[in-house]
């Protein structure tokens, strides 16, 4: 069973930054490891992976978020600048083999951007 385990989540004023964390297994050390987001009755959006040392990001969140991963710690980032109300949502880890498959979900961290 393979389980991922994310952090950071938290109230954040709009403006502000924060960095959520997700600690993957060594198994799947080679996976693509991404972030998604969801908010209540709304289908889960992509938001950033990364895979092989190249990364990829939602046009919605381009320039104001970050992933990046450090392998020696198995973990991956997600860094957000400049929030928004609109970026208030549960921010689920994700690792896969490859794009079509569904890959394996943390539980999620929330993330409200509110003053």
């Known amino acids: 069973q393979v389980q991922l385990v994310e952090s950071g989540g938290t109230l954040v004023q709009p403006g502000g930054s924060l960095t959520l964390s997700c600690a993957f297994p060594e198994s799947v050390s080679w996976y693509i490891l991404g972030w998604y987001r969801q908010t209540s009755g709304n289908q889960r959006e992509f938001v950033a992976s990364?895979?092989?040392?190249?990364?990829t990001t939602a046009d919605s969140v381009k320039g104001r978020f970050t992933v990046s991963k450090d392998s020696a710690q198995n973990s991956i980032y997600l860094q957000m600048n400049n929030l928004l109300p609109e970026d208030t949502a549960t921010y689920y880890c994700?690792?896969?083999?490859?794009?079509?498959?569904?890959?394996?979900w943390g539980q999620g961290t929330q993330v409200v951007v509110s003053s």
């Open positions: 994700n690792a896969r083999r490859t794009p079509r498959t569904p890959g394996y």
């Open positions: 990364i895979n092989r040392g190249t990364t």
